[in-house]
């Protein structure tokens, strides 16, 4: 009888070790990295300066201020962003029990386009000023969170087929009603805002949204990493996770209000940033296996340093001017998920 492949499993310590260094060296090098052309020593010493409040030169406030107040909080934001979208899509790979699914499956980051859209296009929500964006965005992706849930709930819960076709279907109609703002919207500098939102954009990153996004993160995937045995029961199917003593209703449901949050709280700051939620999961499943108690473990890691270097290359390919970050997580997904496909070994989403 021919043997299964077994996906090779490497050690998790240094796994762990070497992506929080990668990490660490990854926020240096987003902070170093940038159209304006400062040195290396300089940058170092504005972030000691702005982490001891050390006193800075009235000829160093400009290339100060771009160190401390612009590229460290995008950094640290493309970070936190990359690691809870990463967590996110194990989550809902597993809820789902569906290889392609990742957190826009569920419809919510379409959803906060429609609320981040009025806002760019419409002027809606002004009196909030610069928190206008953010708000909308996540007061509509809750809103389509709940819509979501009503429409997929059954009298058997949430099933994984109810959850991705209400999802999907949902996100076409979001898809829709922004497409008709874009259209309807004055032609210029709103419709650009608009589309580099919808691709995904960390230009607006400001040390104020880092601490929200940060705990809601944090607390969602502690959450996740608790019920990481769960999770291995769940990917086996409902009937396999029932005999196991998972009550796979009631934890896909407990998912989804988890996931959705944060989804939602995530996107409001950046937008539909896509590739890291689906490709991630399955790069640190080939890397470390299929258990959840390791995946979860690698996989923010991993997704941060992701976002943070498709970030500095949105920055630097036509500096001074912009791509969206979700077009260099596309360029680099697209291929390396191909050759996934194309290793042997190695079945998406099993274990």
């Known amino acids: 009888m021919r043997r299964r492949a ?19 060296a990854s926020l240096l090098g987003g902070v170093g990295l940038g159209a304006a052309g400062l040195g290396w020593a300089e940058v170092l010493w504005y972030l000691w ?9 009235a000829d160093d406030v400009a290339a100060y201020t771009i160190v401390w107040e612009i590229r460290l909080p995008r950094v640290v934001l493309g970070a936190v962003v990359g690691a809870g979208l ?4 194990v989550a809902v790979q597993a809820m789902v029990r569906n290889a392609l699914a990742d957190p826009f499956v569920l419809g919510i980051s379409s959803g906060a386009a429609v609320g981040a859209n009025a806002v760019i296009l419409l002027g809606a929500f002004a009196s909030l ?6 708000v909308s965005a996540f007061a509509s992706a809750l809103a389509a969170m709940a819509l979501v849930y009503a429409v997929a709930r059954s009298p058997h819960g949430l099933t994984p087929l109810r959850l991705i076709l209400t999802g999907t279907a949902l996100a076409y109609g979001f898809e829709a009603v922004t497409t008709v703002m874009v259209f309807g919207a004055a032609r210029g500098e709103a419709a650009r805002s608009a589309m580099m939102w919808l691709l995904g954009s960390l230009g607006g990153a400001t040390w104020a949204q880092v601490p929200l996004v940060a ?3 944090a607390a969602g995937w502690v959450w996740l990493r608790l019920r990481a045995e769960p999770l291995n029961a769940l990917a086996m199917g409902d009937e396999t ?16 209000l988890v996931t959705a949050a944060v989804t939602g709280t995530v996107v409001a700051v950046s937008g539909a940033v896509g590739f890291v939620g689906l490709m991630v999961p399955h790069v640190v499943r080939m890397l470390v296996g299929a258990d959840h108690r390791r995946v979860l473990a690698v996989a923010p890691l991993a997704g941060a340093v992701l976002l943070v270097w498709a970030d500095v290359l949105s920055r630097l390919l036509l500096a001074p001017a912009e791509l969206p970050v979700g077009v260099i997580t596309a360029v680099v997904g697209v291929p390396a998920f191909l050759l996934l496909m194309r290793r042997g070994g190695y079945a998406f989403g099993g274990r």
């Open 86 to 89: 990463a967590a996110v899509g």
């Open 129 to 134: 000023g610069v928190w206008a964006l953010s």
């Open 6 to 24: 077994t996906p090779s499993r490497t050690p998790l310590l240094p796994v762990l070790l070497g992506l929080s260094f990668l990490l660490l």
């Open 241 to 256: 996770s029932s005999a196991l003593g998972v009550r796979p209703a009631r934890l896909r449901r407990d998912l989804f």
């Open 49 to 57: 300066a702005g982490l001891t409040g050390g006193t800075v030169h």
């Open 215 to 217: 705990v809601t993160v």
